[in-house]
C-alpha cells in the first residue's frame, strides 16, 4: 500500500485499511440487489394472497415457484441480515471475547432462522400435516 494514503498517525500507531471492508460491502450490496425483486414479487404475492384465507395461502406455498421464490427471499434476507449485524457488531464491540461471542450468536440465530424457515415451508409445499 502506497504511504501516501495514509496519515501521519496512521504510520505511526500501525493502523490503517485492513482492506477486508470492501468484499463485506460489495456482498451487501449484490444480496440488496437481488432481494429488490424478491421483495416486489413478496409485496405482489401478499396483495393477492390477502383475500384468500388460510386455504388459499396453502394452496399458493404448494406451487413450487412460490415455494422456491420464498426460500430464496428467505435465505438472502437472513444472509444481509448476518452480514450487517457482523458489520455493526464488528464496529461497535470492542473487548476479544464479547465481540466473539456476538458474532457466534449472530451465526447461530441466522442459521436457526433459515433452517427452521426453509423446513417449515418445504413442510407445507410438500403436503405434510402441520400441526399435533
Wanted: hydrophobic share 50%; aromatic share 10%.
Amino acid at each position: 500500500m502506497s504511504e501516501g494514503y495514509r496519515t501521519d498517525r496512521s504510520r505511526v500507531e500501525g493502523l490503517g485499511s485492513a482492506h477486508h471492508g470492501a468484499g463485506t460491502w460489495i456482498k451487501e450490496r449484490v444480496s440488496s440487489i437481488f432481494l429488490i425483486p424478491l421483495a416486489v414479487w413478496g409485496l405482489w404475492s401478499a396483495y393477492k394472497l390477502s383475500g384468500t384465507g388460510y386455504d388459499g395461502a396453502i394452496a399458493w406455498l404448494r406451487s413450487p415457484l412460490h415455494a422456491i421464490l420464498l426460500i430464496l427471499t428467505i435465505l438472502l434476507s437472513v444472509y444481509h441480515m448476518r452480514l450487517g449485524l457482523r458489520v455493526v457488531v464488528e464496529d461497535y464491540v470492542h473487548k476479544p471475547f464479547g465481540k466473539g461471542l456476538f458474532l457466534l450468536l449472530n451465526l447461530l440465530i441466522c442459521l436457526l432462522l433459515a433452517v427452521v424457515a426453509v423446513f417449515s415451508i418445504l413442510k407445507i409445499a410438500f403436503g405434510s400435516q402441520i400441526g399435533v
